[in-house]
């Protein structure tokens, strides 16, 4: 098996599975418009527009995975139909070329709106919206003559992680003695994929061909409430119990008229006022992966935050 790996964006995910590749000992090529990326002897930067064919062409050559992980330029649906579609589909088709395996980094809007915990034999069907691009997405792929493996995260916790429910809102401000951002209700259980996590798994799943063409889960921690995760942060950090102010779903839909931003997390609110539960004992069967523990997890990231200073 070649050491080749090839990971397109250097978001959180990609950023963390070039690493843990890297660390390993194999060689990565991470691929951005930019040309950025981890900075390591054993990972290769090009500035590659995966949405452009004739930019791809030959990128794949003699590789033995391809971990798709690149994001859109905007939260929003219309950003992730012109971007995420034809990047996703210029992927699928370059690495159809050398049967490359294809693992995707997915979430869990295509599921849409769920009254239990979520398994990996639920129906992948919401529409409209940014979960109906996703939907497209997931079954793009799997019509897709490529390999590919889907995992699909709940809302990440980790290092890098700026852009989440659980980022720079929550994070950032706890650690300057201010009260943190939460969307949605503080008391409903919710779960939290540590990145470093998902990306074992990725790098897992590539590796096993009995693992292709399924959707898989990223072995995730026991749900917690948000306001369990900030007290989280708070002991972490050693501070006294950090204040909170809580941004409801109605909140949202009203500051959404006057704020794009705001009815993008308004569109997606109802994650955050009823339970919303990622079952990942399966997946994490077939992977022979655990989750990190939630307190060190934390700890990690709290750490990781404090680089950031």
Request: contains cysteine; aromatic residues 6%; neutral net charge.
């Amino acid at each position: 098996m070649s050491d080749l790996h090839i990971v397109t964006g250097a978001g959180p995910v990609g950023q963390t599975i070039a690493e843990q590749l890297a660390a390993a000992g194999q060689q990565v090529r991470v691929l951005t418009r930019s040309g950025s990326g981890p900075d390591h002897p054993r990972i290769e930067r090009r500035a590659v527009d995966i949405g452009r064919p004739e930019q791809l062409s030959g990128e794949f050559a003699d590789a033995a995975a391809v971990y798709h992980c690149a994001g859109a330029s905007r939260y929003a649906a219309q950003a992730w139909r012109a971007e995420l579609i034809p990047a996703q589909q210029s992927v699928l088709d370059e690495a159809g070329k050398t049967g490359t395996v294809v693992v995707i980094a997915e979430n869990l809007y295509s599921y849409g709106r769920v009254d239990r915990p979520i398994t990996e034999d639920m129906p992948r069907e919401a529409e409209g919206g940014k979960p109906g691009v996703r939907t497209e997405l997931v079954r793009a792929r799997e019509a897709h003559t490529t390999p590919t493996v889907s995992v699909g995260a709940a809302d990440f916790l980790g290092p890098y992680v700026r852009n989440s429910m659980s980022g720079e809102q929550i994070f950032a401000p706890i650690l300057a003695g201010k009260k943190a951002k939460a969307l949605g209700r503080l008391d409903q259980p919710h779960s939290f994929t540590y990145v470093p996590d998902l990306a074992a798994a990725m790098i897992r799943a590539a590796a096993d061909p009995a693992l292709w063409n399924s959707f898989l889960h990223a072995p995730t921690a026991p749900p917690v409430t948000q306001r369990e995760l900030i007290d989280l942060i708070g002991d972490a950090a050693g501070l006294p119990k950090p204040g909170v102010a809580a941004l409801g779903p109605g909140l949202l839909r009203a500051l959404g008229l006057v704020s794009p931003q705001m009815r993008e997390f308004a569109e997606m609110s109802y994650q955050g006022a009823a339970p919303f539960v990622l079952d990942s004992s399966a997946s994490a069967r077939r992977l022979d992966l655990r989750p990190t523990p939630l307190d060190e997890a934390v700890a990690v990231t709290v750490n990781w935050w404090k680089t950031r200073a």
